[in-house]
C-alpha cells in the first residue's frame, strides 16, 4: 500500500460563515453566546454579569427546590 496519500483541505473563510444578527429598532447585538445572551436579549439583563447572577439565582432555587420536594414528598 502507498504511504503517499493526501486529501484534499477544505479552506472556510469569512465568506462562508453565517452573518451576525441584525439589531432591530431599540436593540442591540450582544456578543455574549448560550443563556446568558438568551437573558440580555429578551431584557431580563442589562450586562453579562447580571445575567450570570440571575442564572446562578436560579441554580440555587433549583437545589433549594430539590431537597424541599425531597424531604417532604418522598
Given at each position: 500500500m502507498s504511504d503517499d496519500v493526501q486529501f484534499d483541505t477544505d479552506v472556510?473563510?469569512?465568506?462562508?460563515?453565517?452573518?451576525?444578527?441584525?439589531?432591530?429598532?431599540?436593540?442591540?447585538?450582544?456578543?455574549?453566546s448560550g443563556m446568558a445572551g438568551w437573558l440580555i436579549k429578551h431584557g431580563w439583563a442589562k450586562s453579562p454579569q447580571s445575567a450570570q447572577m440571575i442564572l446562578l439565582a436560579v441554580v440555587v432555587a433549583d437545589i433549594v427546590a430539590t431537597f424541599i420536594v425531597i424531604k417532604y414528598f418522598l
Open positions: 472556510q473563510t469569512d465568506a462562508m460563515r453565517r452573518p451576525p444578527a441584525a439589531a432591530s429598532f431599540g436593540q442591540h447585538v450582544s456578543d455574549v
